[in-house]
């Protein structure tokens, strides 16, 4: 048995999951997530995974599918990982996910296709692939927040970026002396009477705001919110949606499956 390992690194994680082959989409044997300073332990996790779905055969991984937003040093720290002996990958066997005109059913129309980061196109393959025939918006809340909108036939046309919920905080702490750092947290009700409740529910409203107007301008008849900030923003948002755990891994697991 040989398995498929997905790798999405971001700005902040590093997460990854492993599935078999004919595998439903999103169903992981296993699955982990890093910060950027804990990354070393990354190959003991797998290894550890491995071990457990071989139930003491010799491990294999077949296929190995990697987004990274996160810079050549990340991507060089991943290649030295995915290189060691006792994961016995080979390198035809590595596919550094980039975004392209067209993949699993989902076209591209950005007005240079290479340009659209591959998380993006990897997330809104994931929504396209959980949504087909629907005219869809996919919001991913992490460092940044990006909000893309899919037609009901796949088509990609593009989006919005804004920073993220943690950064919006971050900005207003930084560049205004009497402002405190706030964490996120539950959105006040109605209008804040102390300022830490009115950064956050000004941070939360820009949020939910942006995915509000894309949602309209979409005529979207669903939308999906991902990301770690997710579980504070999707509570603000007052359009239909649902909230799905890391919507760029489920995009690389329906490429994958449709190469």
Same mark, same amino acid.
């Given at each position: 048995?040989? *398995?498929?390992?997905?790798?999405?690194? !971001?700005?902040? +994680?590093?997460?990854? /999951?492993?599935? &078999?082959? @004919?595998?439903?989409? $999103?169903?992981?044997?296993?699955?982990?997530?890093?910060?950027?300073?804990?990354?070393?332990?990354?190959?003991?996790?797998?290894?550890?995974?491995?071990?457990?779905?071989?139930?003491?055969?010799?491990?294999?991984?077949?296929?190995?599918?990697?987004?990274?937003?996160?810079?050549?040093?990340?991507?060089?720290?991943?290649?030295?990982?995915?290189?060691?002996?006792?994961?016995?990958?080979?390198?035809?066997?590595?596919?550094?996910?980039?975004?392209?005109?067209?993949?699993?059913?989902?076209?591209?129309? *950005?007005?240079?296709?290479?340009?659209? !980061?591959?998380? +993006?196109?990897?997330? /809104?393959?994931? &929504?396209? @692939?959980?949504?087909? $025939?629907?005219?869809?918006?996919?919001?991913?809340?992490?460092?940044?927040?990006?909000?893309?909108?899919?037609?009901?036939?796949?088509?990609?046309?593009?989006?919005?970026?804004?920073?993220?919920?943690?950064?919006?905080?971050?900005?207003?702490?930084?560049?205004?002396?009497?402002?405190?750092?706030?964490?996120?947290?539950?959105?006040?009700?109605?209008?804040?009477?102390?300022?830490?409740?009115?950064?956050?529910?000004?941070?939360?409203?820009?949020?939910?705001?942006?995915?509000?107007?894309?949602?309209?301008?979409?005529?979207?008849?669903?939308?999906?919110?991902?990301?770690?900030?997710?579980?504070?923003? &999707?509570? @603000?948002?007052?359009?239909?949606?649902?909230?799905?755990?890391?919507?760029?891994?489920?995009?690389?697991?329906?490429?994958?499956?449709?190469?």
């Amino acid at each position: 048995m040989t *398995y498929d390992l997905l790798i999405d690194a !971001g700005n902040t +994680r590093i997460k990854w /999951a492993l599935a &078999a082959p @004919a595998a439903g989409l $999103g169903d992981w044997l296993a699955q982990g997530a890093h910060m950027h300073a804990e990354a070393a332990d990354f190959p003991p996790a797998l290894s550890s995974a491995l071990a457990a779905a071989s139930a003491g055969a010799v491990p294999a991984i077949g296929r190995v599918l990697v987004a990274n937003v996160a810079g050549q040093s990340v991507r060089d720290m991943l290649a030295g990982w995915l290189a060691a002996p006792q994961l016995r990958i080979q390198p035809p066997a590595i596919e550094w996910f980039a975004s392209i005109a067209q993949r699993a059913g989902v076209r591209n129309a *950005y007005r240079n296709p290479a340009q659209l !980061g591959c998380d +993006r196109f990897a997330a /809104a393959i994931g &929504a396209h @692939a959980l949504c087909p $025939g629907k005219a869809i918006v996919v919001a991913n809340c992490g460092t940044a927040t990006t909000i893309d909108a899919i037609t009901a036939d796949g088509t990609f046309l593009g989006g919005m970026i804004l920073p993220g919920l943690g950064l919006m905080a971050t900005s207003l702490a930084r560049n205004t002396a009497q402002l405190p750092q706030i964490k996120p947290g539950k959105l006040p009700e109605g209008f804040a009477d102390n300022t830490d409740d009115a950064i956050l529910s000004g941070c939360l409203a820009a949020q939910a705001g942006a995915i509000e107007r894309a949602f309209e301008l979409h005529q979207a008849v669903e939308c999906i919110i991902s990301g770690g900030a997710a579980p504070y923003v &999707a509570p @603000a948002v007052p359009v239909p949606h649902r909230h799905v755990e890391n919507i760029v891994m489920i995009g690389l697991h329906a490429a994958l499956r449709s190469a």
